[in-house]
C-alpha cells in the first residue's frame, strides 16, 4: 500500500508533499504548549511500539488469511490525531529510509493516505461518535473496526488517485479501483479486528490510557467544521494537480515542449516540413545538434510521456541500434567507473595494512 | 518470527555503514539529503517511455557505494523487498498496453518499455534512498532536517522513534518466541489473544514511555535534542552538489546513451 517513488511524478509527489507538511505544520501548532514536553517521548516510544507490532502476524484460523496492525488509527486512539499524525508521519519516514518501504518523493502521499484519513477523518467522525455516548465494550470494538476499515479504503483510494495522476500506470482507472478496494477490504477487516481486539484489552485493563487520550485537551478542539476545511483544502490541491495533467504537458513540462517541435518536423508532409524546420531551428534548444540531428531527437521526442505516442511509429531503426549501443556503452562505462575505484580502494587499504 | 530478527539486523547494519569514514560519509548531511532529492526529482521527472536516457544516472549509485565502501549485497537485497509493490503495478502495463514498437529490428510491446522503466526508476530511487542513509546515519539526518527548520518537536519525535525501535523489535520478537513455543504448529498469532497479546505489549510500552521521560527529566532534558551541533557547509560540500546537480541536469537535458551511440555508429557507418 505504501506508494514507490518509480510510480509517482514529481508534480504529484510535490502535492502530496505540500499536503503533508501543511498538515504536519498545523498538527504541531495545535499541540498544547504546556504538554509538549512530556508527550515527546511517549510519541516515540509508542511510534517505535507501533513500528515493531507491525511485524506480528495474526492469522484467522481456518481462512490462512492474516493481517497486520494498522498504525495510524491506533496512534490517533492513543495519543490524539495531531500526535497520531505526526507519529504516524516519523514511523512512514524511518520504513522509507530503512527498508525502502515507500519511496522519499512518495512519501508526503503516503503519510496522507495511512497518516490523515485516520487521524483526521474515520478518528474524530467515526471512532469518536461512537465511543462519545458513554464507553462499553461493544462501542469501542465497534468504533475501531469501522474505523479502521473506512480508513484504509480512503487511503487505498488515494493511492489509486495519485498512481493514475502521475500516469506511470497503463491500467484504467474502473480496474485498478476494482483491483484496490477490495484486496484492502479484506486487508482491512483483519486490521480493524486487531485494532479492535487492542484497543478493547487496554480499556478493560488500564481504561486511563483510552479514556484520557480522547477526553483531553488535546483532542477536545477537533471539530467537524475544521475537519472539513482540511478536506476541502486537499480537494482543491487534487484538483489543481489534476487540471495540470488535463491540461497539457504530463511530466517532462518545458522539456517536452521544445521537443514537440521534433515530432511535428517529422511528421509533417514536406510542404509544412520546412516552415516547421525552420520554426524548430529557432526553438529548439541546439540548432546544430551534431550528430544525426533529426533521427537523435525523435527518439528522444519518443521518450517523452503523451506527446512520445504520436511518434513512435517515427522511430526508425537506426536511431534505435545508437540508442541500443549507447545504452550498452553507458552501463559498461559505469560498472568499468565501480569497479576501478573499488579495486584501487583495496589496493590501497592493502597497502596501508 | 525470522522477519523480525532480519529486520533488527538490518537496521543495526545500516547504523554500522552509517559510522565509517570516507569521503562521502564526511560531505556535510544537509548537503547528501538536498543532493538525493533533486536525484530523485531528476529521475522521477523522465517520461515513461524512457530508458536509454535513465541509464547514465546509474552512476550516481553506483559511484557513491564504491567510494563509501558500501557492500553491494544488503543493498541489493532491500532493493529486492521494496519491489513487490512496483512489479505488481508494472506488470499491469504489458497486459493493457499492447500498441507494439520496433527497436533495432525487434518488435516489442509498448507495456514492456514501460515496465522496464519502472523497474529502472525503481532501483534508482531505492538505492538513492538506502545510500543516503547508509551514509548520513539517523542522527546527522536529524541534525540536517533540524537545518532545514522542521520544526524541533518533529524532528526530536522522529529520533526518538528510530532510537526505541531496536529496543522494542527485540521486546516484540521475545514476546513472539516465548508464544511460538507454547503454541506448537501454529503461523500466527491466534484470534483469541489478539487484544492480550498485542495489548499487554502496549501496556508495557506505555509504561516504559513514562520511564524515559522520568529518566530524561534527571538528566536535565528540556525540550531540546543536542546533536552535538555539525561543523558549516564547506567549499567541498558546494563542489559536490553543484557537481552532481550538474550532471543530473545533464542527463536529464540530452541523452547521453543516445550521443555515444550515433558517435560509435557514426563513426563505423
Redesign the interface.
Known amino acids: 500500500?505504501?506508494m514507490?517513488?518509480?510510480?509517482?511524478?514529481?508534480a504529484v509527489?510535490g502535492a502530496m508533499w505540500a499536503a503533508t507538511t501543511g498538515i504536519?505544520?498545523y498538527s504541531?501548532k495545535k499541540?498544547p504548549k504546556e504538554m509538549?514536553?512530556?508527550k515527546?517521548?511517549?510519541?516515540?516510544?509508542?511510534?517505535?511500539?507501533v513500528?515493531?507490532?507491525q511485524?506480528?502476524?495474526?492469522?484467522?484460523?481456518g481462512t490462512g488469511s492474516?493481517g497486520h496492525?494498522g498504525g495510524g488509527l491506533l496512534l490517533a486512539i492513543?495519543l490524539g490525531p495531531y500526535a497520531g499524525f505526526?507519529?504516524m508521519?516519523?514511523?512512514l519516514?524511518?520504513q522509507?529510509?530503512?527498508?525502502?518501504?515507500g519511496?522519499?518523493?512518495a512519501l508526503g502521499s503516503n503519510i496522507f493516505n495511512l497518516g490523515f484519513f485516520t487521524c483526521f477523518v474515520t478518528y474524530p467522525l467515526i471512532y469518536k461518535p461512537i465511543v462519545a455516548k458513554g464507553y462499553s465494550r461493544t462501542r469501542i470494538f465497534a468504533a475501531s473496526f469501522i474505523a479502521a476499515i473506512i480508513g484504509l479504503q480512503l487511503g487505498a483510494f488515494a493511492v489509486v488517485l495519485e498512481?493514475l495522476f502521475s500516469?506511470?500506470?497503463?491500467?484504467?482507472f474502473n480496474?485498478f479501483v476494482a483491483l484496490m478496494q477490495p484486496i484492502h477490504l479484506a486487508i482491512g477487516i483483519v486490521e480493524g479486528?486487531?485494532i479492535a481486539?487492542?484497543v478493547?484489552?487496554?480499556w478493560k485493563?488500564?481504561p486511563e490510557?483510552i479514556e484520557k487520550a480522547t477526553l483531553g485537551k488535546a483532542i477536545g478542539s477537533t471539530s467537524i467544521r475544521r475537519v472539513v476545511t482540511v478536506l476541502a483544502l486537499a480537494a482543491i490541491l487534487f484538483g489543481g494537480v489534476f487540471s495540470w495533467f488535463a491540461s497539457s504537458s504530463?511530466?517532462?513540462?518545458e522539456?517536452?515542449m521544445f521537443r514537440t517541435a521534433g515530432v511535428e518536423e517529422l511528421e509533417s508532409p514536406d510542404g509544412i516540413h520546412r516552415v516547421l524546420a525552420a520554426i524548430q531551428n529557432k526553438t529548439s534548444?541546439l540548432p546544430d545538434y551534431g550528430?544525426?540531428a533529426p533521427?537523435?531527437e525523435s527518439?528522444?521526442t519518443?521518450?517523452?510521456?503523451e506527446e512520445?505516442e504520436a511518434s513512435?511509429?517515427a522511430?526508425n531503426?537506426?536511431?534505435?541500434?545508437?540508442?541500443?549501443?549507447?545504452?550498452g556503452?553507458?552501463?559498461a562505462l559505469?560498472?568499468v567507473?565501480?569497479l576501478t575505484?573499488?579495486s584501487l580502494?583495496k589496493k590501497k587499504s592493502n597497502i596501508s595494512a | 518470527m525470522s522477519n523480525i530478527m532480519n529486520s533488527i539486523f538490518d537496521i543495526r547494519l545500516l547504523d554500522d555503514l552509517a559510522r565509517k569514514e570516507t569521503i562521502v560519509h564526511r560531505i556535510h548531511p544537509l548537503v547528501k539529503f538536498l543532493t538525493t532529492f533533486i536525484y530523485l526529482i531528476v529521475v522521477v521527472s523522465f517520461g515513461k517511455y524512457e530508458i536509454s536516457g535513465l541509464l547514465p544516472l546509474l552512476i550516481f549509485p553506483v559511484l557513491i557505494m564504491t567510494l563509501a565502501e558500501l557492500p553491494l549485497r544488503p543493498i541489493l537485497k532491500r532493493m529486492l523487498i521494496a519491489a513487490p509493490f512496483v512489479v505488481g503495478i508494472g506488470i499491469m502495463n504489458p497486459i493493457f498496453d499492447h500498441q507494439a514498437v520496433s527497436i533495432g529490428g525487434l518488435s516489442v510491446s509498448r507495456g514492456w518499455i514501460t515496465f522496464l522503466s519502472i523497474t529502472l526508476k525503481s532501483v534508482l530511487t531505492v538505492s538513492a534512498a538506502l545510500l543516503l542513509i547508509a551514509t548520513t546515519g539517523m542522527d546527522k539526518l536529524g541534525s540536517a532536517l533540524r537545518m532545514l527548520k522542521i520544526p524541533r518537536l518533529f524532528v526530536l519525535q522522529l529520533l526518538l522513534t528510530y532510537r526505541y525501535i531496536s529496543v522494542l523489535m527485540e521486546e516484540v520478537s521475545r514476546v513472539l518466541r516465548a508464544y511460538a513455543m507454547r503454541s506448537p504448529q501454529q503461523k500466527g498469532v491466534h484470534w483469541s489473544v489478539w487484544g492480550s497479546l498485542a495489548g499487554q505489549l502496549l501496556i508495557r510500552t506505555f509504561e516504559r514511555a513514562q520511564r524515559v521521560y522520568l529518566a530524561m527529566r534527571l538528566r536535565g532534558f528540556t525540550g531540546e535534542y543536542n546533536t552535538g551541533g555539525y561543523p558549516g557547509i564547506a567549499a567541498r560540500d558546494i563542489a559536490y552538489m553543484a557537481g552532481w546537480t550538474v550532471f543530473f541536469v545533464i542527463a536529464r537535458i540530452y541523452n547521453i546513451p543516445m550521443l555515444i551511440g550515433s558517435l560509435f555508429t557514426g563513426v563505423i557507418l
Do not use: C, Q, Y
Not at chain 1, 519518443?302 to 510521456?305: H, K, L, R, S
Not at chain 1, 531503426?317 to 545504452?327: D, F, I, M, P, Q
Open positions: 500500500m505504501h514507490a517513488d518509480a510510480l509517482i511524478s514529481p509527489g504536519a505544520a504541531i499541540l509538549d514536553e512530556n515527546i517521548p511517549l510519541m516515540g516510544v509508542m511510534g517505535a511500539f513500528f515493531a507490532a511485524m506480528i502476524n495474526f492469522t484467522i484460523p492474516s496492525l492513543l505526526l507519529t508521519a516519523s514511523i519516514t524511518i522509507a529510509l530503512f527498508f525502502a518501504d519511496g522519499l518523493l498512481t500516469g506511470k500506470t497503463e491500467l484504467p480496474t479486528l486487531v481486539a487492542v478493547s484489552f487496554v485493563e488500564r490510557i504530463p511530466d517532462g513540462l522539456w517536452s534548444f550528430f544525426k533521427e537523435t527518439a528522444v519518443a521518450g517523452e510521456g512520445g513512435w511509429p522511430v531503426s537506426g536511431t534505435s541500434v545508437s540508442g541500443l549501443v549507447g545504452a556503452f553507458t552501463l559505469t560498472a567507473i565501480g575505484i573499488s580502494k
